[in-house]
């Protein structure tokens, strides 16, 4: 089964550690990186889908984080 991710931080280096974390774990892009002004805090908001295959069957329950 494939499980899916949409992982959003500030444009800062913070964002690319996150993306790379998942990778390291085995999570893999999906699609093609996301961008948007957020007006209210004044910064560039990035976004990034990623999927990954597991063995453990669908729970909305499920910590995506941890798998």
């Given at each position: 089964?494939?499980?899916?991710?949409?992982?959003?931080?500030?444009?800062?280096?913070?964002f690319?550690?996150?993306?790379?974390?998942a990778?390291?774990?085995?999570?893999?892009?999906?699609?093609?990186?996301?961008?948007?002004?957020?007006?209210?805090?004044?910064?560039?908001r990035?976004?990034?889908?990623?999927?990954?295959?597991?063995?453990?069957?669908y729970?909305?329950?499920?910590?995506?984080?941890?798998?």
């Open positions: 089964m494939q499980i899916y991710r949409f992982l959003t931080e500030d444009d800062t280096s913070a690319c550690h996150k993306v790379s974390a990778l390291a774990k085995g999570w893999v892009l999906y699609g093609d990186p996301q961008y948007t002004f957020d007006q209210a805090n004044g910064v560039l990035c976004g990034q889908a990623v999927v990954k295959d597991v063995d453990t069957p729970s909305p329950d499920m910590k995506l984080r941890q798998q």
